[in-house]
């Protein structure tokens, strides 16, 4: 994997890539000959894993940032202009996942960080390469959102309403650039084993590995899709319970398990 990139090769922007999806996104776009912009909080894990693959700083920038905190996301935008360039793909990968109780108002102060995370902090993951792509008429924008965002769950309720937000943002987003030249790309993925599912309390139909997810998010983007779900059998399930009528839907889901709230083990 230390084979230099040509000078001009495309560059991709990958945030959350210190582990599980967004590790495997970068793998993938190297495979494909990127050269690499990857951003994690976690940057000291980050540039371990990026020295185990031989990538020396042609090849792949790794920026610290906290997605929660627009500053600090936008400011790291920015120095990937500035050291790399405008890039062909930005991937808007990190996020969080943690359950809820609404009667419980520490759970508050988690859904608002998670909407900072999951929402917020995709926009302004967005902001910096807006205009500089808008102005070259070229590259793809992709927010993560997912299934949960077709149904809310029992003790989901931060993370469906976040993802939901996702796909309505980035639907609104599509549209505010359909002239551009900039593509807008929404992905939902079912359950895919990385560190943030393996928590989970429940059953995990159609589990991918990150690569494999990686894999079909790879090949969604390069076509530009505007929408697409990963699995596609995941896809089929999530719009057979968007078509159960309420009572139905509830009853189905009646005693299964929640997810985990904060501070809460397996």
């Given at each position: 994997m230390n084979q230099r990139p040509e000078p001009t090769a495309p560059l991709a922007f990958i945030t959350g890539a210190s582990s599980g999806i967004g590790q495997a996104l970068a793998m993938r776009y190297a495979l494909a000959g990127f050269r690499?912009?990857?951003?994690?909080?976690?940057?000291?894990?980050?540039?371990?894993?990026?020295?185990?693959?031989?990538?020396d700083k042609d090849r792949c920038g790794v920026y610290h940032a906290d997605v929660a905190d627009v500053n600090s996301i936008a400011a790291a935008g920015k120095a990937c202009l500035a050291q790399q360039g405008v890039p062909d793909v930005v991937i808007a990968n990190a996020g969080i996942s943690v359950g809820m109780d609404t009667t419980e108002r520490a759970d508050i102060d988690v859904m608002a960080k998670t909407f900072a995370t999951n929402n917020i902090g995709l926009a302004a993951t967005f902001?910096?390469?807006?205009?500089?792509?808008?102005?070259?008429?070229?590259?793809?924008?992709?927010?993560?959102a997912s299934v949960a965002a077709i149904r809310g769950l029992p003790g989901h309720g931060a993370y469906c309403a976040s993802k939901a937000a996702v796909v309505a943002y980035c639907e609104s987003l599509r549209g505010e650039l359909r002239a551009s030249g900039v593509k807008v790309v929404t992905l939902l993925p079912g359950y895919v084993d990385t560190p943030l599912t393996q928590e989970n309390r429940y059953a995990m139909p159609f589990l991918l590995s990150a690569q494999a997810f990686a894999e079909k998010a790879f090949r969604a983007i390069e076509v530009q899709t505007s929408y697409r779900v990963i699995p596609w059998q995941m896809g089929v399930v999530a719009k057979l319970l968007r078509l159960l009528?309420?009572?139905?839907?509830?009853?189905?889901?009646?005693?299964?398990?929640?997810?985990?709230?904060?501070?809460?083990?397996r």
């Open positions: 690499l912009a990857l951003l994690a909080r976690r940057t000291t894990e980050l540039q371990a894993w990026v020295d185990e693959q031989g990538w902001h910096p390469f807006v205009a500089p792509m808008t102005a070259r008429g070229s590259g793809s924008l992709v927010g993560m009528p309420n009572g139905l839907f509830d009853r189905a889901l009646a005693g299964r398990a929640r997810k985990h709230r904060q501070g809460e083990g």
